[in-house]
Structure formats: C-alpha cells, structure tokens
C-alpha cells in the first residue's frame, strides 16, 4: 500500500504541472495521476519523484521530468489501439504509461541493468501488453513493424530513417532532434511515402546512441 504523501504528491503534479504546462488530454491526465512514478526511481530518492525535473537512473542516464513525459504522450494522441514503439527504456515509467494507452507497447533499451530492471517492474505491476528488446534502437524492431506510434526517450542528430520507415501511414513519431546542447522536440507525421515534421518545443535530452543516431 502506498502512503498519503505520494497520492497528494501525483495530485499537485497533475495540478501544478502538467495542467499548466499543457497537457489537456484527460487519458494521459488521469494515467499519469494514478502511475506510481516513485517505483521507477532509486529508492533513496522516492521523495523527489513527482518533482518538475528529471532524475537519474544510473549509467548516464534519465526518467524525463513529468512535464516532458505528457507532453510526448499526448502528442501521440493514443486512443487504445495502437501498436507502439518506444526507443529508450529507461527506468521504464514511459513504457508504463503507454501500455495504460495503448494496445500493445515494443521498447527497446541498450543498456542491459535498465532494461532488466524495467522489466521487473512492470511485471510486479502485471503489465502484460509490454515486450521488451535488447539493442540498437535506432534500427527499430523491424520484425513488428509498421508501429501506429514511436516514441523516442533520447536526441538524435536527425530523425532516423529506419523509425520514419517503420511508422505506419498515418502515424506518429515523438522524437528530440539536435545538438548535444539542446534539442528540439519533434512530432512526426507519415502521409504514404512523405513525412511531415512539426516543432512541439525546446528540449534537452542524453544522447541516442546507435547506427542512425550519435556514434
């Protein structure tokens, strides 16, 4: 049983961040407000997990601020059908926010102890809608493709050819795009074989590492 403090604490969250800075969509709203985003941080720093900013998770890694996570979740404007892929497990709160929304959710993570301990989480919440894959992210997971959605939780240098390719027509991509500094956070859309891509906000992102992202 979780205690009054991390209730009340998801609560001001909602009101005083996520609300203010833009997410409308009441799914997300209401996914995000009752997710235990505490579990997916280091237990010496379960007080800090409903706080405006991001955290560490070890090996250079991130949980993004709560803000980000919704902002990049509405934009995918999930409806509960959808096939998803998400690139960067992380701690593995994206993913389980999506499988809340989504039909079924593919996340890939190249660093091993991450993807592990994700794993474990999301089976102690029993999530069964989540598949999960060791490797190189910016190739995607070719074998279940076409994804209705892609989600990406790291900045490239540019958009992936393979994630664009691997979207279905119609779909959406969420993805940080720029210099190591900073990025911008990008929505993409596919239209047969032409993709369109829109500016959502700054942001700043680690690195997406692989064959199509920084070396």
Known sequence: METLDYRVARKRMVEEQLLPGGVRDPKVLKVMGSLPRHLFVEKGMQDQAYMDRPMTIGRGQTISQPLIV?????????KGTEKVLEIGTGSGYQTAVLCKLAKKVFTIERIQSLSLNARKQLYRMSTNNVEFRMGDGTLGWPEEAPFDAIIVTASGPEIPVALKTQLTDGGRMVIPVGPEESQKLCLVRRKGNEW???????CRFVKLIGKEGWK
């Not at 919704?70 to 999930?78: E, I, N, P, V």
């Not at 369109?196 to 700054?202: A, D, F, Q, R």
């Open 196 to 202: 369109t891509t829109e500016v959502l906000s700054g």
């Open 70 to 78: 919704g902002l990049m979740t509405q934009a995918l404007d999930l």
